[in-house]
T-cell receptor, first 116, second 113 residues
Framework: GNSVTQMEGPVTLSEEAFLTINCTYTATGYPSLFWYVQYPGEGLQLLLKATKADDKGSNKGFEATYRKETTSFHLEKGSVQVSDSAVYFCALSARLSGGSNYKLTFGKGTLLTVNP | KAGVTQTPRYLIKTRGQQVTLSCSPISGHRSVSWYQQTPGQGLQFLFEYFSETQRNKGNFPGRFSGRQFSNSRSEMNVSTLELGDSALYLC????????????FGPGTRLTVL
């Protein structure tokens, strides 16, 4: 079935450090890939997405490239800020094998803490 | 535009009872999806409704059901509650469905005693 594996946290960085959160996936067909973020006390919100191979999603200085050959969608940011402290979820939307049923599958989430 | 709203925000029930949660989507969105979030299992997809029809379904038992009304508002029902049903239940709305960007509500925190 479809699955998402993302690096376990927590991740603690100093302000202006480089961030990478790894995400790999297993899916049927051609999934759409997403990064969602959950800031403290707030609901989940979309950070970026990519819908086909080699697409790069970007938002708020974050980037992720859809790599079909390595089935990965790693999240990166060149210089993190304290305000980036949150839980980050990698997710995919893909058809379940053998049918027309789609499912949205999330990774376990990675807690990022950025210290000043 | 108003965001996704969920009611109630907190709920305490006992084992064996049933519960109904409500979700109002963003105006114009016809798709509503439901998710269960727990520390152990993370975020899991329950089902999606689009124009009053269940279009996609996750791997949850039949005790979990839902429906969508003509105004796109959705309800989720859980019957015969178990301790393991304690979780944050999130709903999300979108224009086209679960392949589109999901806009999440704040969630309903259900505690089963």
């Amino acid at each position: 079935g479809n699955s998402v594996t993302q690096m376990e946290g927590p991740v603690t960085l100093s302000e202006e450090a480089f961030l990478t959160i790894n995400c790999t996936y297993t899916a049927t067909g051609y999934p759409s890939l997403f990064w969602y973020v959950q800031y403290p006390g707030e609901g989940l919100q979309l950070l970026l997405k990519a819908t086909k191979a080699d697409d790069k999603g970007s938002n708020k200085g974050f980037e992720a490239t859809y790599r079909k050959e390595t089935t990965s969608f790693h999240l990166e940011k060149g210089s993190v800020q304290v305000s980036d402290s949150a839980v980050y979820f990698c997710a995919l939307s893909a058809r379940l094998s053998g049918g027309s049923n789609y499912k949205l599958t999330f990774g376990k989430g990675t807690l990022l803490t950025v210290n000043p | 535009k108003a965001g996704v709203t969920q009611t109630p925000r907190y709920l305490i029930k006992t084992r064996g009872q049933q519960v109904t949660l409500s979700c109002s989507p963003i105006s114009g969105h016809r798709s509503v999806s439901w998710y269960q979030q727990t520390p152990g299992q993370g975020l899991q997809f329950l089902f999606e409704y689009f124009s009053e029809t269940q279009r996609n379904k996750g791997n949850f038992p039949g005790r979990f059901s839902g429906r969508q009304f003509s105004n796109s508002r959705s309800e989720m029902n859980v019957s015969t509650l178990e301790l393991g049903d304690s979780a944050l239940y999130l709903c999300a709305s979108s224009l086209g469905g679960i392949t589109d960007t999901q806009y999440f509500g704040p969630g309903t925190r259900l505690t089963v005693l």
